[in-house]
């Protein structure tokens, strides 16, 4: 187990890919904080699962996106389970709409959650973090951060704020020890891509995946794993794609 003694915060971890990290972190013998914004029954099942595991896990209720939460749920980890190593920023929504349709509530409630939830926990953590000369913090970005999609702007630019606050984040932590790195996810199925990627809409979309698959949660967290763990001590800064290389490429290629 490469996380012994370790102690985790995973934000949205109730579902989806934040479940799937939880679970992996808690494999490697961390324990987890899993958050969640409003589905507590959601998350006291993950915690039961790691429970299971004969892992240690608490579920706590935060909305990243307000920083008095955040830091409220950065306290309530420190105390309920006795400090605190690895951050990983997973909450995350989308509100897509065509630029012209999406009200300014819409692309602000958007970068709030995955901008300033991620924003908020970071500076929650940094104080202990760097006191400690000790931390890894695990963005969870996506191929939309660096390429463009329609009816994407607001989830695209709050993925690319997140990518920017990652690399400065890791210059400005790097001399503490604190290592701040990103996962840019690809197409992965969740509730949040919701019928996306079923049926007709999903097979094209499948079509311009070069591996011709979409991810399993799991294999995001396999990446945020190791970016949280030893293995990646010399990655700080590092924005690291799996995407079955969909960013990668310029075109299919066919005409
Ligand atoms: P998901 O299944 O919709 O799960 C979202 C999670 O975030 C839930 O646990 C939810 O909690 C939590 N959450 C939402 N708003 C929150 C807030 N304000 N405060 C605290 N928690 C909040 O989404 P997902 O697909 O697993 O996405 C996870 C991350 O991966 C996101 O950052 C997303 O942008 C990124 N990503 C996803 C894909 C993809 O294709 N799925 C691709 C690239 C990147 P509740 O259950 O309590 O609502």
């Not at 979409?214 to 293995?231: C, E, H, M, N, R």
């Amino acid at each position: 187990m490469r996380l012994t003694d370790r102690v985790a915060l995973v934000t949205g971890a109730s579902r989806g890919i934040g479940r799937s990290i939880a679970l992996a972190l808690a494999r490697e013998g961390a324990a987890v904080a899993v958050n969640y914004r409003s589905r507590h029954q959601d998350a006291r099942s993950v915690v039961a699962e790691i429970e299971a595991l004969g892992g240690r896990a608490v579920a706590v209720a935060a909305d990243v996106a307000d920083p008095a939460a955040a830091a409220r749920l950065v306290a309530r980890t420190r105390t309920d389970l006795g400090g605190l190593h690895i951050l990983v920023n997973n909450a995350g929504i989308t509100d897509d709409g065509l630029i012209h349709d999406l009200s300014p509530d819409a692309w602000l409630d958007v970068m709030k959650v995955n901008f300033g939830g991620a924003y908020h926990c970071t500076s929650a953590v940094t104080e202990h973090f760097m006191a400690e000369r000790d931390g890894a913090i695990v963005n969870i970005s996506s191929v939309m951060g660096e390429r463009g999609w329609i009816g994407q702007s607001a989830y695209a630019a709050s993925k690319g704020a997140l990518n920017a606050l990652t690399r400065s984040a890791a210059v400005e932590l790097a001399r503490f020890g604190v290592r701040v790195n990103a996962v840019c996810a690809g197409f992965t199925p969740t509730e949040l891509t919701g019928p996306l990627l079923d049926g007709p809409s999903g097979r094209a979309i499948r079509r311009q995946v070069p591996l011709r698959s979409f991810a399993d949660p799991s294999q995001i967290a396999a990446v945020a794993l190791f970016l949280a763990g030893p293995d990646s001590g010399y990655l700080t800064g590092a924005l690291v794609r799996a995407d079955g290389g969909f960013a990668a490429q310029l075109g299919t290629g066919h005409a």
